[in-house]
């Protein structure tokens, strides 16, 4: 869920260079949502240290292992960019590119069907995605309106494995000096979704006569940030976040390719510093509660999962640079 939130965010990080002053409306509500930290950026890598967890799992609704994962890190990679505006600015294509690698270090796994326990070796993940994006912003009711729809393919080191889509509309019902509020709705074009269609509003508000302000979306997160020192801001808060990769299998109960696809919520503390206009560097760090952590046959729905895991709750910290092109002093 997290992936398809981000690439609507980045239409409103892309769009303020391409507005036009004949509509006015459109192009300063652009200009409210992006500000020296666009939510989503060029060039972005990030690195990522999460803390021991012990985890509990079932195979085809039976005990199957209990263990603890010593060791976890992720490296992400992410390109984004707008390569096509329409000479009236109301249509932009982008494209945009994502790496993903994990590894898992274990301790000792206890097995229940064979009642043993043993050494696990460490495991390593490599996921892809590319993504082709139209935006097409206009105006509904005298309010800003943004269309989007997605066309994403994903896959691991191996080869290519899923063609996913998605379709939005989001509309600014309301767009003050302090407050921009916006709702709307995701369709989801992924035969894998449970949801077929899932809601979307968010809030924007500055607190009078504060240096805070609130940033809340559904369903991603809810932050209260503020400025700290002159190019810094400082956010804290809680952020639902979805991991997922491919594994291939070629095992007595498990042949073929299957998806892990795991829901956490995690709450804790940033600091963003912009070292230029196009430079940014954060860290962050917090606990990491895993809701949810299950193993499906490629494309099926996530309720039929074959395989689900438990963990305790670990601290995570997470670190990273981006650059940004279009930032402009």
């Known amino acids: 869920m ?3 939130i981000m690439s609507l965010v980045f239409v409103f990080s892309a769009f303020p260079i391409m507005a036009q002053e004949k509509e ?32 509990d799992s079932r195979l085809l609704g039976n005990k199957f292992e209990r263990g ?35 590894n898992f270090g274990f301790g000792d796994v206890y097995n229940y069907q064979t009642n043993q326990t043993y050494t696990k070796e460490n495991q390593e993940f490599h996921f892809w995605a590319g993504a082709l994006t139209a935006t097409y912003m206009s ?25 996913k889509g998605f379709a939005s509309a989001v509309l600014v019902l309301k767009r003050t000096p302090s407050t921009t509020i916006t709702a709307g709705a995701l369709v989801l074009l992924d035969p894998s979704s449970i949801v077929p269609v899932t809601p979307l509003f968010s809030i924007n508000h500055k607190f009078k006569q504060s240096k805070w302000d609130m940033d809340f979306i559904l369903p991603q997160r809810i932050l209260f940030r503020r400025e700290l020192l002159e190019n810094g801001r400082i956010s804290l808060g809680t952020e639902l976040n979805t ?3 491919y594994l291939n299998l070629d095992t007595p109960t498990l042949k ?7 829901l956490e919520l995690r709450s804790g503390i940033t600091y963003e510093y912009s070292f230029t206009p196009k430079l940014i560097a954060f860290v962050k760090g917090g606990f990491n509660n895993v809701v949810s952590a299950r193993l499906t046959e490629r494309g099926e729905r996530t309720n039929r999962y074959v ?23």
């Not at 300063?28 to 967890?53: C, H, I």
């Not at 073929?256 to 795991?262: A, D, I, S």
């Open 256 to 262: 073929g390719v299957y998806e892990l696809n795991q």
């Open 139 to 163: 105006t509904l009711f005298k309010k800003p309106v943004i269309y989007n729809a997605t066309a994403t393919i994903d896959g691991d080191e191996e080869k290519l494995q899923r063609l």
């Open 243 to 245: 991991e997922s990769f």
């Open 24 to 55: 006015p409306g459109v192009k300063t509500f652009a200009k409210a949502v992006v500000d020296k930290f666009p939510n989503t950026r060029t060039f972005d890598v990030q690195y990522e240290v999460l803390g021991p967890s012990n985890y």
């Open 307 to 329: 395989y689900d895991q438990k963990e305790d709750t670990q601290g995570y910290l997470r670190f990273g640079a981006s650059y940004n092109l279009f930032n402009r002093k």
């Open 2 to 4: 997290k992936s398809k």
């Open 68 to 102: 603890r994962i010593e060791e976890h890190n992720r490296f992400k990679a992410a390109f984004n960019l707008p390569f096509y505006a329409s000479k009236s600015k109301k249509l932009v294509l982008t494209t945009s590119l994502r790496y993903k690698y994990e």
